[in-house]
């Protein structure tokens, strides 16, 4: 698009929105009022928007160069739009009537006041929002990369918009300033005008951007919601801030003159990243977000970056996080969504068919790799005329992949325009890597700090700051120590300090605590066996029981574990009976967490500790020194969001490495199952919730029966209890809520989405059905199945349902399928069923449960559906007569098993066709 097409364009916009503003003001009206003397007005309105609708198209169709993508599809929009105004002024038509006819002026009135949401009028006004998000996009898309063009056609088509639009609508007043500034300081400044062209044109982009409704979903929105993830700035934010005083020399250009921080940010020949490596603990991360947080940067990026927009971003990879804090597709992911954030005019041209598609936004497919990086080669593509860009990634060694393809893959990214900081352990592949690039080796250059800390930490205690006073030359020797012994490691400065604390408030004098140093070992993982072994053999069983409640927890949901939940995890499991359904007080949860709290910081020494999910690590003191309501208010809100973390990831290696692990394991004996105590957490949190509308129940009950299925140790009578207990809440919770004697069972309110030909069942659901759904199949093998049939029926139907959601991987109403059993919890749970309740013949409605089957079993020919078929053979009273029985036509089946168990053997991988033959001779 050429500069002055550019600029005319967005005069055309400006009318637009005034006449799109109009249209809706009316459309209000009526909707609200239903008054008909206003569709006359609004008819001429939408005339007037149509023609400006082909004004746009003309221009565009008149430009001398090539259009582009973004242009053709604009003009498509257009075309359309010009189209369906035409047919909505005749929609309208039939509403004008005579208006000296009183009878015929009332009709239309009560047509317009019922008729409002005729498909008509919806997709009309759906149409019309897409193209005024898309004039905008597109016209500040244009300025951004066409903005060197004739000046002096801009300016005067600028003059000419300038007196067009003085006495225009509010907004269009706000651009008035921009436009004049630019028209002055072309005419008057003609040695610099380039350069400062596009500064007065980034004034015009702001203000068209401050236009956009932060209110309304427009398409841009969706693909936004869409590319974020909950957990973007988790890892960011837990890290902990720098301590006062500390990192300010990496802003000292004196200090390596040669791998100069403060250069690498200034200057604009760097075509390679920046590499902090360090060793594990030694404040990496740290010092990165120190870094991305500080004025200098900033600074410094934007003296970089002229006359260029800056755009700074951060990715910190987490290995203990989930599968997008650890992996290149969320780094891409992140980095995609933050730049399409702050400049939603790209979102046309990076993801054009999802931009310009009509149909309904599909929300259930996540990002993939190979989408998100052809998006970033796009971004980069397009934005080097205007953006800068500096990008900030931390922990490459946390990657769960190839470390050695992103290494090279930042490295590829480094250019004029793109600078890169990148920190890790010093590992092989980033060494290699970056071999080349200038940086630092952070433990080399810390150790000022390491006094800095040691120092504020000891001697702001009130015990110490005495012995400060009369052995001033014994606590300088100690605090000398730590930062030697430290070796440039902050994380052991911290667990020692920590160490010496316990000591002083323990009587301990200036020589012991030197001896106690001094027998410390240097290393961590060292540190932290010795911390596990001086705690009395209660407490390393204790700490063991928490471990595993943690580690069971993360491994089975991929979760961060709240802190209410592990403060009833680490109860007896039959505690969860003695509470009551209903909201738990304030003053209840704050003594709860207060005392878990202080038990966790003391049995697990530190190993383990709060995290307020994406915002701040949080520290023991926050709970125990609660002095006011406000204080007791946000314990209350967060005591569902708090939750409990590895306070660094050498911990979690030390925890988990077979030696520390197999201790871990033999010191709770064999009785000790975390499911069970996790299951019981989960029941108690339920019962305790404040509504059943709470968010947190769509988490806590799927975990509960989760919990409850994968439990090895659970005798049958304390699941019973479980499951009873469980059944009894939910009914009250959801009767309390609904006022009424409940008409069906609380389950069918969590079990996905249920199609409106399987609503018929929902009135013989129950526990014992809810139970099928989410394979528990011990419960089912030990409780007495129900007396009617029909309820038999439903419990083998909601057991198929999973296998039904395991073949279309997504769930109509967003249901989490990944807490749905295995396959091989599946198997077992047909067969618990198969043997106590129900058999593969058994029909309801005129569908027989073996007709269901068949159909789940022809979405794939996978050997999980031929386990499937497999089972309801080997159940059946007359294997043959299933397969040659001829079928209804249900879910695309046609013909008779029989004929989709050969076509099975004729598509199917060699196992698959294996199979299947030994089902057709079964």
């Known amino acids: 698009m050429e500069a002055l097409l550019a600029v005319g364009l ?39 928007l149509a023609r400006q609708a082909e ?60 008729q409002w949401h005729h498909p008509r009028v919806v997709e009309y006004f759906s149409q019309l929002d897409q193209l005024r998000s898309a004039l905008k996009l597109a016209t500040m898309l244009a300025l951004r990369t066409h903005s060197n063009g004739n000046l002096e056609d801009v300016t005067t088509h600028l ?45 015009c982009l702001r203000t068209l951007q401050s236009t956009r409704n932060p209110l309304s979903r427009t398409r841009e929105d969706e693909i936004l919601h869409w ?8 890892r960011f934010d837990e890290v902990d801030k720098a301590y006062r005083q500390t990192y300010e020399w990496v802003f000292d250009e004196e200090v390596d003159e040669k791998n100069s921080f403060v250069a690498h ?16 603990g030694s404040g990496k991360s740290t010092l990165l977000k120190f870094i991305a947080e500080h004025t200098n940067t900033d600074r410094s990026l934007r003296q970089w970056a002229q006359p260029h927009n800056l755009l700074a971003l951060n990715f910190f990879f987490w290995n203990l996080g989930t599968p997008l804090q650890k992996t290149h597709t969320g780094l891409l992911r992140a980095l995609v969504h933050d730049i399409l954030s702050q400049h939603p005019e790209l979102i046309p041209i990076v993801f054009p068919k999802l931009y310009w598609s009509q149909m309904k936004f599909d929300v259930g497919g996540e990002p993939t790799y190979i989408e998100m990086k052809n998006a970033f080669h796009i971004l980069r593509e397009k934005t080097t005329s205007f ?73 702001t205690h009130p015990l110490m700051s005495e012995l400060v006073k009369r052995f001033q030359q ?65 407490h390393q069983v204790q700490a063991a029981e928490m471990f595993q409640i943690y580690h069971k927890w993360f491994d089975a949901t991929s979760e961060n574990l709240p802190s209410l939940i592990f403060s009833y995890a680490h109860k007896d499991p039959s505690h969860t009976f003695k509470l009551d359904v209903g909201a738990v007080s304030g003053d209840d949860i704050h003594w709860q967490l207060k005392s878990f709290y202080t038990r966790l910081r003391s049995r697990c020494c530190g190993l383990l500790e709060i995290s307020d999910r994406g915002a701040k690590r949080v520290h023991d003191q926050d709970y125990l020194l609660v002095t006011s ?60 919730m404040n509504h059943i509308k709470d968010s947190e129940v769509v988490k806590w009950l799927p975990n509960f029966m989760l919990f409850s299925r994968t439990a090895t140790k659970l005798s049958n009578q304390l699941l019973g209890e479980l499951m009873s207990n469980l059944d009894e809440a939910m009914g009250k919770m959801h009767q309390e809520h609904t006022l009424q004697p409940l008409l069906l069972h609380w389950s069918t309110n969590y079990l996905g989405y249920i199609p409106p030909s399987q609503e018929i069942f929902n009135p013989a659901s129950s526990i014992y059905s809810f139970s099928a759904f989410y394979g528990v199949a011990q419960y089912l093998d030990s409780c007495s199945p129900p007396t009617d049939e029909l309820s038999r029926y439903v419990a083998v139907m909601l057991a198929l349902k999973c296998w039904y959601m395991a073949n279309v991987g997504v769930d109509k109403k967003g249901f989490n399928i990944k807490k749905l059993p295995t396959t091989q919890e599946r198997i077992r749970t047909l067969k618990v069923l198969f043997r106590t309740a129900a058999d593969p013949e058994q029909r309801a409605f005129g569908m027989s449960l073996w007709s269901h089957a068949v159909g789940i079993a022809s979405l794939g020919y996978s050997s999980e559906n031929l386990e499937l078929l497999e089972i309801f053979l080997a159940n059946a009273k007359s294997a043959q007569d299933l397969r040659k029985e001829h079928l209804p036509r249900i879910l695309g089946v046609q013909s008779t098993p029989e004929a989709m168990l050969e076509e099975y053997v004729r598509i199917g991988d060699p196992e698959v066709s294996c199979k299947a033959s030994q089902l057709l001779e079964l």
């Open 265 to 280: 940010l200034t200057e604009s020949n760097v075509s390679k990243p920046y590499f902090i490596n360090g060793k594990a």
């Open 159 to 203: 003059k000419q918009l300038y007196l067009d639009r003085q006495d225009t609508a509010r907004e269009q007043r706000n651009i008035l300033p921009a436009i004049e500034r630019v028209i002055i300081l072309v005419e008057g400044q003609t040695d610099q005008r380039l350069d400062e062209m596009q500064q007065q044109v980034g004034d």
């Open 474 to 538: 014994k606590t300088e020797k100690l605090v000398s120590g730590i930062s030697s012994k430290a070796e440039g490691v902050f994380l052991w400065t911290r667990f020692v300090i920590h160490i010496l604390i316990d000591g002083l408030e323990a009587g301990d004098d200036m020589d012991e605590l030197q001896h106690k140093l001094n027998i410390l070992p240097s290393g961590l993982r060292e540190l932290y066996r010795r911390m596990l072994n001086k705690m009395s053999k209660g």
């Open 10 to 48: 967005a005069g055309n916009v400006v009318q637009f929105l005034q006449f799109a503003s109009k249209i809706a003001a009316k459309a209000n009206v009526i909707r609200k009022k239903g008054q008909p003397s206003s569709i006359p007005q609004w008819k001429q309105s939408t005339q007037q």
């Open 55 to 114: 004004v746009i198209t003309d221009r565009l169709r008149a430009s001398t160069t090539v259009l582009s993508q973004e242009d053709q599809c604009l003009i498509d929009v257009a075309i359309e739009f010009g189209t369906l105004s035409q047919q909505f002024v005749a929609y309208l038509d039939n509403f004008i009537q005579d208006s000296g006819s009183r009878t015929l002026f009332q009709s239309a009135k009560q047509s317009i006041k019922f």
């Open 629 to 688: 309501a406000e204080e007791l208010k946000r314990i209350v809100e967060h005591s569902s969001v708090d939750c409990i973390v590895y306070s660094h990831r050498t911990v979690a290696e030390f925890i988990t490495s077979p030696d520390v692990w197999a201790d871990i394991s033999t010191a709770t004996g064999p009785t000790f199952d975390p499911s069970v105590n996790l299951a019981a957490a989960c029941l108690s949190g339920l019962k305790t």
């Open 227 to 234: 590319l974020y993830f909950r957990q973007i700035k988790w």
């Open 387 to 459: 953006l800068r860009l500096c990008i900030f990634v931390d922990g490459i060694d946390e990657l769960d992949g190839d470390q050695k393809d992103v290494s090279e893959f930042l490295c590829s990214l480094a250019s004029p325009q793109i600078k890169l900081v990148v920190s890790s352990r010093p590992i092989t592949p980033c060494l290699l890597a970056f071999r080349n690039c200038p940086g630092l080796q952070l433990q080399d250059l810390t150790k000022g700090d390491m006094d800095t800390v040691a120092r504020g930490l000891l001697y």
